[in-house]
């Protein structure tokens, strides 16, 4: 059996730090696989420190990840093959995922850019990790999948509430008007 903890959209900047829970996560896994814009290289050095480590990437990453990681990438995970790409589709539902991972011809496909958490089968396993930085709706969070022969399964991991940066927008705008109202 492997534990393979999928990870996508962290969009961390040069000196940003990875959480703390991401690491022990990786830490963790049989493997990790990331399904790209970590954004900085020191990210993605980050992420490659933290042991077994697969990677494509994704539309925000900087040029010095993106000459160092291809768009599309095939992992074999004991008798699975497991597809893993940044965009699987530019359509609003599963279909363009499904077909890709019948292309690749692959058990199941990761993938990341909707910062929505998701795990479908169709028939082949489709999983989307979210995000663990910058959630769209969703809560912060990865996927955990289990390989055990030729089974797969996955599943969702929250790591927190959820999170609409709408609100923290509105927030900050508030703080800033109570402040200008202290001051003058």
Same mark, same amino acid.
């Given at each position: 059996?492997?534990?393979?903890?999928?990870?996508?959209?962290?969009?961390?900047? !040069?000196?940003?730090? =990875?959480?703390?829970? $991401? %690491?022990?996560? @990786?830490?963790?896994?049989?493997?990790?696989?990331? +399904? *790209?814009?970590?954004?900085?290289?020191?990210?993605?050095?980050?992420?490659?420190?933290?042991?077994?480590?697969?990677?494509?990437?994704?539309?925000?990453?900087?040029?010095?990840?993106?000459?160092?990681?291809?768009?599309?990438?095939?992992? !074999?995970?004991?008798? =699975?093959?497991?597809? $893993? %790409?940044?965009? @699987?589709?530019?359509?609003?539902?599963?279909?363009? +995922? *499904?077909?890709?991972?019948?292309?690749?011809?692959?058990?199941?496909?990761?993938?990341?850019?909707?910062?929505?958490?998701?795990?479908?089968?169709?028939?082949?396993?489709?999983?989307?990790?979210?995000?663990?930085?910058?959630?769209?709706?969703?809560?912060?969070? =990865?996927?955990?999948?289990? %390989?055990?022969?030729?089974?797969?399964?996955?599943?969702?991991?929250?790591? *927190?509430?959820?999170?609409?940066?709408?609100?923290?927008?509105?927030?900050?705008?508030?703080?800033?008007?109570?402040?200008?109202?202290?001051?003058?």
């Amino acid at each position: 059996m492997k534990r393979i903890i999928a990870i996508s959209d962290t969009h961390l900047e !040069e000196g940003s730090r =990875v959480p703390k829970i $991401l %690491v022990d996560l @990786a830490k963790g896994a049989d493997i990790v696989l990331h +399904a *790209g814009d970590f954004v900085s290289i020191e990210v993605y050095e980050t992420f490659c420190d933290l042991g077994p480590f697969e990677a494509v990437c994704g539309n925000s990453d900087f040029p010095e990840v993106k000459a160092l990681l291809p768009e599309r990438r095939i992992v !074999e995970v004991e008798d =699975v093959r497991i597809g $893993l %790409v940044h965009r @699987a589709s530019h359509s609003s539902d599963l279909t363009g +995922a *499904g077909l890709l991972a019948r292309e690749m011809e692959v058990e199941a496909l990761v993938f990341g850019h909707i910062h929505k958490p998701l795990v479908e089968r169709s028939p082949r396993l489709l999983v989307c990790p979210g995000s663990p930085i910058a959630p769209r709706l969703s809560a912060p969070s =990865v996927a955990e999948i289990v %390989v055990e022969g030729k089974e797969i399964r996955g599943r969702v991991l929250p790591l *927190g509430r959820p999170v609409c940066n709408y609100f923290r927008y509105a927030e900050s705008l508030a703080e800033g008007s109570a402040q200008e109202k202290k001051q003058g």
